[in-house]
């Protein structure tokens, strides 16, 4: 981790911004499925990161976070998918009942995206002096 803000802060002037996106450990999909998740596999994915997480890395490496954004659209839609396939006892079939339709499913990621609880963040980091 050192050796990639390394590179950054040597690339960027002074007051600089790099834009990150990363795989946020506090998504939605994440949370309610945790090592269930499709997208969470150890040979594909580096590093799952929280908000938190990067705003103190960010000043650990002379950065500021200066903004976070959701760039994750289909948290719901990944839930419903595997909520469909679960066995009718399983406590979160019901899910794909309620789930159904998309219209619905729009707006709760909709919701998501607004208090950036969707499975992949964007963050603007600026370099300080």
């Given amino acids: 981790m050192k050796a990639f803000f390394d590179k950054i802060y040597h690339c960027l ?14 998504g939605f999909d994440i949370e309610i499925l945790k090592g269930e998740a499709q997208n969470v596999n150890p040979h594909l994915i580096l590093q799952i990161g929280s908000i938190e997480g990067l705003r ?7 950065f500021e976070l200066i903004d976070t954004f959701s ?6 839609d990944i839930l419903y998918s595997y909520a469909r396939n679960l066995p009718l006892n399983h ?8 789930l159904e339709k998309s219209a619905l499913r729009k707006d709760i990621q909709a919701v998501l995206k607004k ?13 300080q002096s």
């Fill in 56 to 62: 103190q890395l960010s000043k650990l490496h002379n």
């Fill in 71 to 76: 760039m994750g659209e289909m948290d719901v």
């Fill in 115 to 127: 208090h950036l609880a969707t499975g992949y963040n964007g963050y603007l980091l600026q370099k």
């Fill in 91 to 98: 406590p979160l079939s019901g899910f794909s009942r309620f």
């Fill in 13 to 26: 002037k002074p007051e600089g911004i790099v834009a990150i996106v990363d795989m946020h450990s506090g």
